[in-house]
């Protein structure tokens, strides 16, 4: 049962077997006999994976408890998935969604379409707030003057890279004194399309 809730619990929250053995400081190929089974972890890492995956020990063990429920979190505005944009902090009501601590989550609604196909304008990204992003996770990056975008975050050397989805969209390089300008707002954890 372990082996299928963590793969569960990662792929739900956007996470590689690489990013995840990086957050616990072990391997990768410790999280893949985890996953097949192979071995488990122990209980100190074990309680670390759960608070990483946002779940429960006894859920990652195979109890009915995920300490995940559906509850309402909060819409703060728009972010655009393009550059040049604004995120805004305004409220626009509220979503449910399905997460341990609702107060560490909330909505923006994507306008543009720098992320399509995956992203389009009008969906719902549902945002962890958290300060730092692992290189190819997917984020919200706000730059310069306030400016915000929704991005795939890739750290390069000295530089990071905001990567859109669309081809017909260039990557924008923040490097140098830039880059003391940077706020990560958050790790993008699902969209939802709004019909």
């Known amino acids: 049962m372990f082996k299928q809730r963590l793969k569960e619990m990662r792929t739900r929250r956007g996470f590689t077997q690489v990013g995840l053995s990086r957050m616990l400081g072990i391997s990768q190929q410790a999280v893949g006999k985890w996953e097949t089974g192979r071995c488990t972890p122990d209980p100190q890492t074990l309680a670390r994976l759960a ?3 946002d779940t429960t020990v006894d859920y990652l063990l195979g109890g009915n408890s995920s300490g995940v429920g559906e509850c309402m ?6 972010v655009k998935a393009g550059f040049g944009a604004l995120a805004y902090q305004e409220d626009c009501g509220s979503e449910p969604a399905n997460v341990k601590d609702p107060g560490q989550y909330f909505y923006l609604i994507v306008r543009g379409d720098s992320m399509e196909p995956r992203i389009h304008d009008g969906d719902l990204a549902l945002v962890h707030r958290q300060p730092t992003l692992e290189s190819g996770e997917l984020g919200v990056v706000v730059y310069g003057d306030g400016e915000g975008t929704l991005k795939k975050y890739i750290r390069q050397g000295q530089a990071v890279i905001l990567q859109p989805f669309n081809p017909a969209y260039p990557s924008q390089v923040i490097a140098g004194e830039e880059l003391e ?3 990560i707002a958050g790790r993008v954890v699902e969209t939802k399309t709004k019909w």
């Open 51 to 53: 608070s990483i995956l």
């Open 73 to 78: 979190v909060p819409v703060l505005g728009t």
């Open 181 to 183: 300008h940077l706020y």
